[in-house]
């Protein structure tokens, strides 16, 4: 108690830092608040007290963070899941719900893999996931999640990217492999521009540039190859889930007008922009 008075922090984070350190439950800091700390918890619990005050985000001192009710291990491998991403993965699931049989479908870029580990362990069975990933830290981190959380070793297939622009490459190797097309195809990429406008200062320091930051030359880049590449993963009326950044949803969308029909932009809890839904037609108009 003495000790979340005088620290330097919000009383929320301190809170959750001493939790982290000592190991108690929050009803446990309740009863036992008066007790001293001994000296290795007190050193600890400085460290990690600086470390915050340096800017380096919670989840990553901790190391997790919570989606979709679920606790993944995070670090500064992966970006840290964020509740917008909660949508697109709503998004996904109403969608699912009006399916029969099992469905194929695939995750570009999975970071720490919340998007496919929480569509099967919410959909069941009757979903099988790909997902891809160009930073092998990432993808390691992904399958510890998975492994954690008790995902079936046959639910989620994990496809190595070796090429960070090669985007659609490995959906279109295992298209090949398995002779069937993708039933939908779901991805937050990095859409992100290196402006102090769209991104805060300590999360460009913190956070992995790969999965942030689209390239300065094209920051649709990600969005132009998904779209052209579709046809050769996607099978026809198959739909693509795109989290994608609000001030430039509407050039999205035109990325997607000539192949695909029943295109909605879709808002986040704070009315921005946020999921763009498309369906494949069955032919190019």
């Known amino acids: 108690e003495n000790w979340l008075r005088a620290a330097p922090l919000p009383l929320p984070e301190a809170r959750i830092l001493l939790q982290h350190c000592t190991g108690l439950s929050r009803a446990q800091l309740l009863t036992r608040g008066r007790d001293a700390l001994d ?13 915050r005050l340096a800017g380096e985000p919670m989840a990553y001192i901790v190391g997790v963070r919570e989606f979709y009710g679920r606790t993944f291990i995070v670090n500064d491998a992966v970006l840290i899941p964020r509740p917008e991403t909660e949508v ?38 009757d979903l099988r996931m790909l997902a891809t990933e160009a930073s092998p830290e990432s993808l390691r981190r992904a399958q510890d999640n998975a492994r954690v959380l008790g995902v079936s070793t046959d639910a989620i297939g994990w496809l190595a990217v070796r090429n960070e622009d090669d985007v659609v490459g490995p959906l279109v190797a295992w298209v090949g492999r398995e002779r069937r097309l993708l039933d939908f195809v779901v991805s937050n990429p990095p859409y992100l521009r290196r402006d102090p406008a769209e991104v ?24 132009r190859e998904i779209a052209r590449g579709a046809r050769q993963f996607l099978k026809p009326g198959g739909m693509l889930f795109l989290e994608i950044p609000h ?5 999205i969308r035109a990325l997607f007008g000539e192949d695909f029909e ?10 921005k922009s ?9 032919w190019t108009r």
């Open 262 to 271: 029943e295109l909605r932009i879709l808002p986040d809890l704070a009315g």
């Open 274 to 282: 946020r999921v763009l839904e498309a369906k494949l037609l069955p």
């Open 200 to 223: 805060d200062e300590q999360v460009e320091r913190s956070e992995p540039a790969l999965a942030l930051f689209a390239p300065e030359s094209d920051p649709l880049f990600y969005y």
């Open 88 to 125: 697109l993965v709503e998004c996904v699931l109403s969608w699912l719900s009006r399916q029969q049989g099992t469905c194929v479908g695939a995750d570009i870029g999975t970071g720490s893999g919340v998007i496919p580990i929480t569509l099967v362990l919410e959909k069941g069975p």
């Open 247 to 251: 001030e430039r949803a509407e050039a």
């Open 39 to 51: 000296g290795e918890n007190e050193a600890a619990l400085s460290a990690l007290v600086q470390r």
